[in-house]
């Protein structure tokens, strides 16, 4: 998609879109709209034309806080030690289903 002097003026927003087979949404891409019902419609239009999608998100990217890589050793390096979290210590009910 070409950016045109207007794309630059309307938010980007982000969108997630949940298909029929998943339980998660799953980003799909970015689109530029003026506002959250706009980017919706965009987003149907765009990112769900064969039916696939059965709910989006749409976010905008300035409400979207990131972690740097530079502080994957802070961020992520103390959970290694932490193996009782791991799903494996666990044993799940047959009534649980999708974990």
Request: charged share 25%.
């Amino acid at each position: 998609m070409s950016m045109t002097t207007n794309d630059r003026e309307l938010p980007l927003w982000e969108v997630f879109v949940r298909s029929k087979q998943g339980l998660d949404h799953k980003h799909c891409g970015s689109l530029h709209a003026a506002d959250a019902q706009m980017a919706l419609r965009m987003a149907r239009d765009v990112y769900t034309r064969r039916m696939e999608g059965v709910s989006i998100w749409v976010v905008p990217s300035v409400a979207i806080t990131a972690s740097v890589p530079e502080d994957k050793d802070i961020d992520f390096g103390p959970m290694a030690d932490k193996i009782y979290r791991h799903p494996t210590f666990y044993e799940l009910p047959d009534e649980v289903k999708h974990m």
